[in-house]
């Protein structure tokens, strides 16, 4: 998209990473951490050992999947903030009905699981891309109001129907599910880590998506209603079926995701599964630009952020608030730092002016 | 006068040798223009000959390469609009910059101090407003919110907007475009009374009748070069459009008479609501045999819109019946109706007929990416679809640097053709080409027309929906003239002079049709 060269770039990027270090840094000599080690363990970390690297592709799982389902709602002209809440209503019917069946065979077991988890996730999605199509109702608005009932939703099932028996008979209560048969769990994929199958799944997934939207007539469709709904109804297309159906599969993705995390991480659900993952994912897509394979990279930089924050936690031992703050302060260096990318000029207009003189900038209409 | 003239800032200006690229494009070359106290320079060339460029060059929106400006022989620097207007030099837009949800008097002071320091004194402005109304017969209501106001009015809060800020000259970039013809007939005489009054404008347009009507003296531009600069009375209009196009003009078209075939669209007493829920249309019956192309003529928003986009599918219908080759579409949806063989150029050539993001192939594949050829089950055929948009691109001469394009960079009378040829490739039965040739060049206008006959030679049945009475002279075989949500007559072209249909267009008929 860009139109300056890859080493350019590469440039802006790393100099939008080093400005929020920077700034970073002056929150570690604050709270008496030495920023050096800091920042060592969370550029190195992530990709210096077999735990990190895997670690950060546990956590590029998740991103992906609900980045995909971003991708899809985006390009189809719906923003989809509740990917937190369908990953949730996913997750829980995708271990309800796990937990229902625990003697079926795993060839059966989990692929079935996991699609009830994507239908759920896509119910949760369907109604505020059905209330948005048909009723004009903001879905920003609905999908968040979404996220909190699907959450206390997700803990009163957690607390009532569906808690682990033997939390009640031991009488600790703690809000989670019994294990999961060992048949429907996603298979590790190296031993002695925590990397599963559900990488590969997102991997193929990926490409699904990149065929399905820019290589099927359906696929058009749903890009041209977001691109530009009149000419799109112009051209025959029934954009509000088109709307439900972005929403339908961008909720199934972030369902699969839920259940994904469960089924291959945690073998059991509990409280917190979504992670903040429903909105990080909106971040990855965005930093992908809202291409399925664009994901991928943005996925894998992302989940080695996440981690990185956390390892540097851990060497320096400084509060959680500022590990997130410098994860914030990286994102935004990263979002601003795009205009250096895209308009060439720019950084040449800004350095005029600071060598000469202010005066009005000449723009068009900012006449008057 | 001469009172008025001399209290005038600007007496006389003079843009020399001004020069402005672009990468890869000389948008201005060596181009010299002069324009006195009290006369109206008309500066006539088609789109991208550089009117534009200079324009904003002359407003401090660009910075030329070379050349000088000059304002009573004394050089000036202008490096932004405020220097301009601090020079008592105006611009108004093409595209509006009002605020709809705020008032005209708001809308005026928008970015100007305030006598009262940090509260706002619109009394004050209002009256200022009410008096500059007058004093130039600009009849609007400084209390109105923006939004309320029709497009002429808006285009007079845009002329008060640049007035109150006490220009001289007024710079009027394609003013026209946007009005009626009524609306054009409120303009001139407001225009004339500014030159009495000593201000000086330059009028951008490319239409002859226009600068025949108005200008004083014509500025020729083409390619980017000032070609002639001429006293209006001395030349005619034919003479002027030569030396914009810098060729040879059809005069007529070959229109060969033809017998008009069985009836391919048939409206039957079609009403409908516009979007406020008033009666848009009220009762239309019509009907366009193959072989023919029928007129609708009309002052904008009188229905026309709605008529085609109720053919279309795209707005609903609230009574009456519409036939395509005698199968009736009433209420059916968008992609029956393109089925039953519904061709449409509609109106909005950026909103609707195209997707200004997407590639060329993204666009020419808009109606039948689903279906064999295009489509291979449920999949793109990307070999078929870049040989048949090779083949639009070549046949209908659309200029390009290559398929993969995206059309938002294409100029309007490229877009345009584009469209043509999607919707004529398809075979349609009916046509429906809505304001076709709107804000395009004598070139690109000329070969719309061309492609319209060949249709209608070819057998098709044509609807062609224009403001532009000219158009409908030039191409049309029969005229129905559109008031109010209904027809008032419908009249062979030969019947038909611009006094009846004039009279027709203001609601003045025995008794309308099919009502």
């Known amino acids: 998209m860009g139109k300056q060269s890859p080493g350019m770039k590469l440039l802006v990027l790393t100099g939008a990473v080093v400005g929020a270090l920077l700034i970073g840094a002056l929150l570690l000599l604050m709270a008496g951490a030495n920023p050096l080690v800091a920042y060592k363990a969370m550029l190195l970390g992530p990709f210096s050992s077999r735990y990190g690297i895997t670690e950060t592709l546990v956590k590029t799982t998740p991103l992906i999947l609900v980045a995909l389902g971003i991708v899809i709602a985006f390009r189809s002209g719906t923003l989809n903030i509740g990917a937190e809440g369908q990953m949730m209503i996913g997750a829980l019917a995708g271990s309800a009905f796990a937990l229902a069946f625990p003697s079926l065979p795993g060839i059966i077991l989990l692929p079935a699981t996991l699609l009830v988890s994507f239908a759920a996730g896509a119910l949760w999605g369907g109604i505020p891309g059905w209330l948005k199509a048909y009723l004009n109702v903001n879905e920003i608005l609905s999908t968040i109001m979404l996220n909190a009932i699907a959450a206390q939703f997700v803990t009163y099932m957690l607390r009532g129907p569906l808690i682990d028996p033997k939390e009640v008979s031991y009488g600790t209560g703690f809000p989670q599910t019994a294990q999961i048969a060992k048949a429907a769990w996603l298979p590790r994929l190296l031993p002695r880590t925590r990397l599963h199958w559900g990488i590969i ?29 009149e000419a799109s109804r112009y051209g025959g297309v029934r954009v509000e079926r088109m709307m439900v159906l972005a929403m339908l599969l961008s909720g199934g993705f972030a369902g699969l995701a839920g259940m994904v995390e469960v089924l291959g991480i945690h073998h059991r659900l509990m409280d917190g599964i979504s992670g903040g993952y429903g909105f990080s994912g909106i971040v990855v897509a965005l930093f992908g630009q809202l291409h399925p394979l664009g994901v991928i990279p943005a996925a894998i930089l992302f989940g080695a952020l996440m981690l990185g924050a956390d390892m540097m936690q851990r060497a320096v031992s400084v509060p959680a608030a500022i590990v997130f703050t410098i994860q914030g302060l990286v994102v935004l260096f990263v979002v601003g730092s795009d205009i250096f990318i895209r308009r060439p000029g720019f950084a040449a207009r800004i350095f005029k002016r600071f060598k000469t003189p202010p005066r009005p900038v000449p723009d068009e209409g900012g006449a008057q | 006068m001469s009172l008025a003239e001399s209290s005038r800032r600007i007496q006389k200006l003079e843009m020399r040798g001004i020069v402005k690229t672009f990468p890869g494009v000389l948008a201005n070359d060596h181009v010299n223009i002069e324009v006195h106290a009290g006369e109206v320079l ?19 929106l ?67 407003i009410t008096d500059l109304s007058k004093k130039y017969g600009l009849r609007v209501d400084p209390w109105a919110y923006v939004w309320q106001l029709s497009v002429g009015e808006q285009q007079r809060v845009e002329i008060l907007k640049v007035l109150y800020r006490g220009a001289d000259l007024l710079i009027l970039d394609e003013p026209t475009a946007v009005l009626t013809p009524q609306e054009v007939d409120e303009l001139f005489p407001t225009l004339r009374d500014m030159t009495q009054m000593g201000h000086s404008i330059i009028f951008i347009t490319h239409k002859m009748r226009e600068v025949m009507a108005i200008s004083h003296r014509v500025t020729v531009l083409r390619n980017g070069r000032s070609v002639a600069t001429v006293a209006t009375q001395d030349h005619t209009p034919r003479e002027l459009a030569q030396m914009m196009v810098g060729r040879e003009l059809l005069e007529q078209y070959d229109k060969t008479p033809r017998e008009p075939g069985k009836v391919a669209l048939q409206v039957e007493n079609l009403s409908a609501l516009d979007e406020k ?24 928003g009188n229905g026309q819109r709605q008529l085609a986009d109720a053919i279309a599918g795209l707005h609903p219908v609230t009574g009456g019946r519409i036939l395509i080759a005698g199968q009736d579409v009433t209420h059916k949806l968008p992609s029956q109706i393109i089925r039953a063989g519904l061709g449409y150029i509609p109106e909005d050539r950026l909103h609707t007929g195209s997707i200004p993001a997407f590639s060329i192939t993204e666009n020419v594949i808009l109606k039948d990416n689903d279906r064999p050829p295009l489509a291979k089950g449920p999949f793109l055929d990307f070999a078929e679809i870049e040989r048949y948009s090779q083949r639009l691109v ?3 001469d659309v200029k390009t640097p290559d398929l993969e394009t995206p059309v938002r960079t294409l100029s309007g009378g490229n877009i345009q053709k584009l469209i043509l040829a999607r919707e004529i490739s398809r075979e ?16 690109a206008t000329e070969y719309v027309h061309q492609r319209l006959l060949e249709q209608r030679d070819a057998g098709r049945a044509i609807l062609l929906i224009s403001e532009e009475l000219d158009e409908i002279f030039k191409i049309a075989d029969r005229v129905a003239v559109i008031y109010e949500g209904q027809i008032m007559d419908i009249l062979p072209i030969a019947e038909a002079t611009p006094e009846k249909l004039g009279l027709l267009m203001a609601g003045v008929a025995a008794s309308p049709v099919g009502a």
């Open chain 2, 42 to 60: 008309a500066l006539l060339g088609e789109n991208g000959a550089g009117k534009s460029t200079l324009m904003k060059v002359l407003y401090g």
């Open chain 2, 62 to 128: 660009y910075r030329p390469d070379a050349g000088e400006i000059l304002i009573n022989d004394q050089q000036v620097q202008i490096a932004s609009p405020s220097d301009a207007i601090a020079l008592g030099i105006g611009m108004v837009h093409q595209h509006f910059m009002l605020v709809p949800t705020l008032t005209v008097v708001e809308n005026v002071v928008l970015g100007l101090p305030s006598s009262r320091g940090m509260f706002l004194d619109l009394d004050v402005a209002a009256a200022r």
């Open chain 1, 201 to 229: 799944l997102a991997l193929v997934l990926a490409g699904l998506v990149y065929i399905f939207l820019w290589r099927t007539s359906l696929g058009y469709k749903m890009r041209t209603v977001g691109a530009q709904k």
């Open chain 2, 428 to 443: 349609p039965v009916v046509l429906i080409a809505a304001q076709p040739t709107r804000g395009l060049d004598i070139g």
């Open chain 2, 277 to 300: 829920g008033l009666p848009a249309l009220r009762g239309i019956s019509f009907e366009v045999r193959r072989g023919e192309i029928l007129g609708v003529a009309g002052v904008s």
């Open chain 2, 394 to 396: 070549q046949e209908f």
